[in-house]
């Protein structure tokens, strides 16, 4: 059997609006509820945004895509006007990474999830 990552759970203050922000941003179908949740489907791992009962910890999601995915989707991201660094500790702003020979930057969610998009793995390139 191969082990694979069916969903991971992620708090938000608004689930649909995040849901939203998400495909949108990302370039992905449509979400779903299902039970208490709403679904984000990317490939095929799901993002299950559950309502936060209080504060909601920052945590980090990166989404491996192509070179004209990743094009398209910083488009969304500087169209909007939205922050965006080369670095998780958010010391590069308004610039990209080009680590393993690929591209990356990293941008916040409507509740502070630190999301990055790269176009090769970590240790796929060179430095």
């Given amino acids: 059997m191969t082990v694979t990552l069916n969903h991971t759970i992620i708090h938000a203050s608004d689930p649909a609006a995040t849901a939203d922000y998400y495909t949108e941003i990302l370039g992905l179908p449509p ?3 299902y039970g208490p949740f709403i679904v984000v489907q990317v490939g095929e791992t799901s993002l ?3 309502a936060a009962e209080g504060d ?3 945590r980090h999601f990166a989404f491996l895509v192509s070179e004209p995915e990743f094009d398209e989707i910083f488009a969304r991201i500087t169209g909007r006007g939205i922050d965006h660094w080369a670095d998780p500790y958010r010391r590069q702003p308004d610039k990209i990474n080009t680590r393993d020979g ?5 941008f916040p969610d409507p509740d ?3 999301l990055e998009i790269l176009t090769r793995p970590y240790g796929s390139g060179s430095a």
């Fill in 31 to 33: 979400s779903f509820r």
């Fill in 48 to 50: 299950d945004l559950s």
């Fill in 56 to 58: 909601i910890a920052s």
């Fill in 102 to 106: 690929g591209r990356g930057v990293y």
């Fill in 112 to 114: 502070g999830h630190l």
